[in-house]
């Protein structure tokens, strides 16, 4: 099994905290900037964002990670071009093309947005969610399902899931423990 060395790991590294990786953008992202944000789990940007993965104006090739995440958000072909031309995007296209997950005015409101709606889930859920994600999104369909099964037993075996469904049905909301380690 092939494991990343140092630059690729700013990128990639991202895949294995347990928790959610919001990436804001606003302005020029390009090249290693763009390398390290394909590895978060969300990318919030400005319509008018500066994109693009310009390693090809060096004579380059992507070699920071970001390659694992680009080839879940976007068709072989589209991920091709970027990197074979350092063509600039804007944030608009960026969306369109799903190299980002959200356009925002406030890049950084949005992401903190985002981090709070996901701060009312269970961290339990929330940690299983991304590890069967990042598991599973290019596993046979038996490995999915066999993952997804035995993460939601963990998750309604935790002690989160009861203190979640408490927090639905009572007004007074009850802090959540510390998350499983998955």
Partial sequence: LWKANKAQYISSGWRELPVPVIIAMHGRCWGGGMQISLGADFRITTPDANI??????WGLIPD?????????????DVAKELAMTAKNVSGEEAKTIGLVTHLADDPVKAAFEMAETIKKQNPDAVAAVKKLYNKSWWSSQGM????ESWYQVCVLMSKNYRIKGYNQVNEKQREFLPRKKW
């Fill in 144 to 147: 999915v399902l066999a993952r």
């Fill in 52 to 57: 693009s993965i310009m390693e090809a104006k």
């Fill in 64 to 76: 920071m990670g970001g390659t694992l995440g680009l080839r879940e958000l976007v068709s072989q």
